[in-house]
């Protein structure tokens, strides 16, 4: 079992920035696909960021790229979101997510993913 715990999230203007958390417990994420989902209201969970398991390879959704870097430190067992550029569309909660598979074939679908973390708010302002 693998416990995720997200940190960070908080009220900013667009333009902005904010660093999100991921702090993973029960085992150790570099066994871990790790990744970032958010979810407005009313609307379906949708896929941000992820990261592999040694790091060296990351995907964005259209919305997250040049904006978003997700990162990770193993020794830590923690994941990051730092997010730039922030607008307004960008208000959600964001989920943390791991994967546990030896492969995965949906890195952005919300069914591939095991284990969550139970989201941080993050809101921006016009």
């Known amino acids: 079992q693998v416990q995720l715990e997200e940190s960070g999230g908080g009220l900013v203007q667009a333009g902005g920035s904010l660093r999100l958390s991921c702090a993973a417990s029960?085992?150790?994420?570099?066994?871990?696909?790790m990744g970032w989902f958010r979810q407005a209201p009313g609307k379906e969970r949708e896929f941000v960021a992820t990261?592999?398991?040694?790091?060296?390879?990351?995907y964005y959704s259209n919305s997250a790229k040049g904006r978003f870097t997700i990162s990770r430190d193993n020794a830590k067992n923690t994941v990051f979101l730092q997010m730039n550029s922030l607008k307004p569309e960008d208000t959600a909660a964001y989920y943390c997510?791991?994967?546990?598979?030896?492969?995965?074939?949906?890195?952005?679908?919300?069914?591939?993913?095991?284990?969550w973390g139970q989201g941080t708010q993050v809101t921006v302002s016009s």
């Open positions: 029960g085992r150790t994420i570099s066994s871990l696909i």
């Open positions: 990261i592999t398991r040694s790091g060296l390879s990351t």
């Open positions: 997510a791991a994967d546990q598979d030896l492969s995965s074939r949906s890195y952005s679908s919300v069914s591939e993913y095991d284990y």
